[in-house]
């Protein structure tokens, strides 16, 4: 993620950071105080143990708009490459999205996206945007294997489930058919 490690593929790893331990982390301290980005997506997905395999599950805004996580960026040198890195925050599930997984992004509203992209504004002021998105605004679909296949990226990723094929060409049976 950032110039705090020594080997890229090491500082790479930290795709994520937990919005409650930010300011304990050296390698996010820092980036909390002058390095905030809006990371925006139209959906995330996590996976939940079904009938003996894992389905993929799109969490998306229930009016479908865009997502806005809360992220930190860096861009430093390593051996005279520029790398240019970000991390999205997150915090504990609600409720809603617990049985999914117990973590989720930092969502930021529309209201939030200037205070958390001043600069002038303090990390202490920030605490009240590092919460849960509210669980009315959104809604969790199951969705096909396509969305966990890198051949496959847009609008195919959050069909639903249907006949899927594994790596070696086979149908895996539809479970939701007789």
Known sequence: MTSW???PAKGGHAINARAETL???PSFRGLLNRRRCLIPAS???EWR???GRKQPYAILRRDSGLLAFAGLWEKWGHDGEVLETAAILTTSATAAMRPLYDRMPVILPPEGYETWLQDAVTPGALRGLLSPYPDEALV???VGLAVNDP????????EPP???MDA???LFPDETAD
């Open 5 to 7: 490690a020594k080997d």
């Open 23 to 25: 300011a304990d982390k």
């Open 43 to 45: 959906a995330w997905c």
């Open 49 to 51: 143990a079904e009938g």
């Open 140 to 142: 969790a679909q199951p």
């Open 151 to 158: 051949r496959h990226e847009g609008p195919v990723c959050l």
């Open 162 to 164: 249907g006949p899927e």
């Open 168 to 170: 070696q060409g086979r």
